[in-house]
């Protein structure tokens, strides 16, 4: 046994000898004269041999294989990156909208908070320095003295309060107050249409038909009427000019004179009969009309000024 296998290892060495030895000439296979392969004959490479000229491409070609993979997998490293770079770019984007909106949310929510605010606290004196009810003009002069507070409600003056009895003015044997009853009219009387509704008019007094006869009423918003009696009085308010008549207020327009309500901050020197005296918190003011009017001194006489409720 071990001379046999002895002897087929001789032989197997001899056939390699055949493909790979020799020191021959001009051999292409490893060991052969001339190849570029180590211990080669001639050729180029180290120890090699005769002027043989061994391919290389079959030896280098795994190293350039992994030379362009290499470029590849840096390409995708680039377009990694880009993509990450493009991610950092869009994400301060992302960051910056959702602050802008968080701004502007906080904005007009701190906006609405202090408009509602202003709304629900409208009777508040204001950074101006004076307090001026929604829907006056400019010309109308804000309140700066702080407002009587009773029941919930704001009573604003320009004057200060300064009592004095209520004694019901006396306009005339033609004036009446409200509920006077009249059998018959007087022939004078002008008839008024207030929409739809009719009234007599007769020296400064409104009546309406009622039980057979005429009630005095209070002056109709809107009523025009062509004089005024004797006795009434030019009020200014702001730059605006109103005319007084025993507790009515008008305007004139296109020569005739309209009934208005009363302008707050009017100041009045007389009351007719039928003011009610009402007590708000430590103050003593007049209604008539549905009117608030404080009792005030200007310059010393005793005077009445229109009050601002809110």
Excluded: C, K
Excluded at 64 to 91: D, F, G, L, W
Excluded at 166 to 192: K, N, Q
Aim: glycine letters at 14%; aromatic letters at 14%; proline letters at 7%.
């Amino acid at each position: 046994m071990l001379i046999t296998l002895l002897a087929s290892a001789q032989s197997s060495m001899a056939q390699r000898g055949e493909h790979h030895g020799g020191g021959g000439g001009g051999g292409e296979h490893s060991m052969g004269g001339g190849g570029q392969h180590p211990m080669g004959g001639g050729g180029q490479h180290p120890m090699g041999g005769g002027g043989g000229s061994h391919p290389q491409m079959q030896h280098s070609q795994p190293m350039q294989h992994q030379a362009m993979q290499r470029p590849a997998m840096q390409h995708s490293q680039i377009q990694r990156s880009t993509v990450q770079h493009t991610t950092m770019q869009n994400r301060p984007a992302m960051q910056r909208s959702a602050t802008q909106a968080h701004v502007q949310h906080s904005f007009s929510g701190a906006h609405n908070s202090v408009a509602n605010h202003a709304v629900a606290n409208r009777t508040a004196v204001n950074r101006s320095g004076g307090f001026r009810p929604q829907g006056w003009s400019a010309n109308r002069r804000a309140y700066t003295r702080p407002p009587v507070v009773y029941g919930g409600r704001r009573f604003y003056t320009y004057h200060n309060y300064a009592y004095h009895p209520y004694r019901p003015h006396f306009y005339g044997e033609y004036w009446h107050p409200f509920g006077f009853f009249l059998s018959t009219m007087f022939a004078a009387a002008i008839v008024i249409d207030v929409e739809n509704q009719p009234y007599r008019y007769y020296d400064g007094v409104f009546y309406e038909p009622y039980n057979g006869g005429y009630q005095v009423v209070a002056a109709p918003y809107g009523a025009y009427v062509p004089s005024l009696p004797p006795g009434f009085s030019p009020v200014t308010v702001g730059y605006d000019t109103y005319y007084y008549y025993a507790g009515t207020f008008y305007i004139l327009n296109y020569g005739r004179y309209e009934v208005v309500q009363a302008p707050a901050g009017a100041v009045v020197y007389t009351l007719p009969e039928g003011a009610t005296t009402v007590q708000i918190g430590d103050y003593t003011y007049l209604q008539y009309n549905g009117v608030y009017y404080q009792p005030i001194q200007v310059n010393g006489t005793d005077a009445y000024e229109v009050a601002e409720v809110q």
